[in-house]
């Protein structure tokens, strides 16, 4: 039979500590001890942002690049132009294409 070998100890009435102590050998078979990784889901890279600050010049030239490329369309562009002139927020479709995670096809679904 394969298996580690544990000692159990057992106490014994009042004596004294050091001859209280009695070894019994008895031998447990070894089991393959598994580990489980908790299932929590991955930090949405969009909470890290402050979206309620105005929109900046820097996302909205990433917004015009990715117009540029066929990402988002045109009216998406005029929504973030008009946001930057009113000096307000990020409008909440485009926060994806700002930090690259539009073409992610899990967070594209809304799957996180």
């Excluded at 050091?18 to 990784?37: H, Q």
Aim: hydrophobic residues 45%.
């Amino acid at each position: 039979m394969n298996g580690r070998r544990v000692i159990f100890c057992e106490k014994k009435g009042a004596a004294p500590a050091a001859a209280s102590v009695t070894p019994v050998s008895v031998r447990m078979p070894a089991v393959p001890v598994m580990f489980m990784k908790s299932v929590t889901p991955a930090p949405d890279p969009l909470d890290a942002i402050n979206w309620s600050m105005p929109i900046t010049h820097a996302q909205f030239d990433t917004l015009a690049k990715a117009a540029a490329a066929g990402e988002i369309d045109m009216s998406d562009l005029a929504r973030a132009s008009e946001a930057s002139l009113c000096r307000r927020p990020v409008p909440e479709g485009l926060r994806r294409v700002i930090m690259g995670t539009h073409l992610d096809p899990l967070t594209a679904t809304g799957l996180r």
